[in-house]
C-alpha cells in the first residue's frame, strides 16, 4: 500500500473519550494507471485522488462520580466530514453492515480500572440507600456488553459534506469492537490546498449506561433507574461528549 499523505504534517487526532471512542483517518493517494508512451495523448487528465481508510474502535469508558462510578458506552453516531477543495462521491462510500471485532475480555479488577477516571464536582448524583465506599465488587451492576456486534453503516447524499450514521444492527446496549482501517471513500481533490475535516458526533439517545457501581441499591426499582440513566446522560455524559468525541484533519498540499 503506498505511504499516507504527508504524515508529518497532519495534526494529531482528538479523542475526547478514547475509552468510549477511539477514531483515525488515513488518507493514501491513488496512484495513476500506467500506460505506454504512445497512448498517454489518449488520456484525460485526471485530478488527485486519496483513499480514506478508517478506524474506529467501540468501548465502554469508566467515569467516577463523588459517590461511586459508572460506565457507558455508544449505541451509534454519526461521522460527519467537512471538505475544502475537494469532493467524495457517493458511490465510492461505504454502506451495509460490517462485522466489529471484538476486544479482550478484561476483568474488572482495580488494575484494569482506566486511570483517566475522574471526579466530576459540577454533578451531584442522588443516591437511593447507597453503598458505602468499600462495596465489594458483587454490587456492582451490570448490563451485559459481552456479544457479537453488527454495526449498520448508512450515508447521507451530499458530496461537499458528508456523513455516515452508524448504529448498532442486533439491538444490543452498545456497540463493542473495531473497525481496523475500512475503506470509507475516494476523496477527489479538485483544489489546492485540499482540506479535510472529520468529526464523530453523538447525540443524547446515542448513550447508553453499561454499569453502575456504588450510587444506588441493586433493588432500585426500574422506573427510578430509568430516571437516574436519564439524568446522568443529560446532566454529565451529554456535555462530555459535545461537541464531538473525536476528530481528525487531514492536509494535502499537493
Not at 475522574?118 to 447507597?130: A, Q
Not at 446496549?173 to 464523530?200: E, H, I, M, Y
Request: hydrophobic residues 30%; glycine residues 6%.
Amino acid at each position: 500500500m503506498p505511504s499516507s499523505i504527508s504524515p508529518l504534517s497532519q495534526p494529531e487526532p482528538e479523542n475526547t473519550c478514547p475509552d468510549c471512542l477511539y477514531m483515525t483517518l488515513a488518507g493514501i493517494p491513488v496512484q495513476p494507471v500506467e500506460h505506454p508512451d504512445y497512448l498517454e495523448f489518449l488520456q484525460p487528465f485526471h485530478n488527485p485522488q486519496i483513499d480514506l481508510y478508517l478506524t474506529l474502535r467501540f468501548s465502554q469508558q469508566w467515569e467516577s462520580l463523588p459517590q461511586g462510578r459508572i460506565q457507558f458506552g455508544l449505541k451509534g453516531g454519526a461521522l460527519r466530514l467537512r471538505v475544502e477543495g475537494g469532493e467524495i462521491p457517493y458511490e465510492s462510500r461505504i454502506m451495509g453492515s460490517m462485522e466489529l471485532v471484538l476486544p479482550t475480555v478484561e476483568t474488572d479488577s482495580p488494575a484494569n480500572r482506566p486511570s483517566r477516571d475522574r471526579t466530576s464536582p459540577e454533578f451531584d448524583m442522588p443516591t437511593f440507600d447507597s453503598q458505602e465506599n468499600g462495596a465489594t465488587e458483587p454490587q456492582l451492576q451490570k448490563r451485559q456488553t459481552d456479544y457479537h456486534s453488527i454495526c449498520h453503516i448508512t450515508t447521507k447524499v451530499t458530496e461537499e459534506n458528508p456523513a455516515w450514521i452508524f448504529e448498532e444492527e442486533r439491538g444490543q446496549p452498545v456497540l463493542n469492537g473495531w473497525l481496523n482501517q475500512v475503506k470509507l471513500g475516494t476523496l477527489n481533490v479538485s483544489a489546492l490546498p485540499c482540506r479535510l475535516d472529520a468529526t464523530f458526533e453523538v447525540s443524547r439517545r446515542d448513550i447508553c449506561l453499561t454499569q453502575v457501581d456504588r450510587l444506588w441499591s441493586p433493588e432500585i426499582s426500574r422506573n427510578k433507574q430509568a430516571v437516574l440513566d436519564r439524568l446522568i446522560i443529560q446532566q454529565l455524559l451529554e456535555r462530555k461528549c459535545k461537541p464531538y468525541l473525536s476528530r481528525v484533519e487531514l492536509h494535502y498540499d499537493g
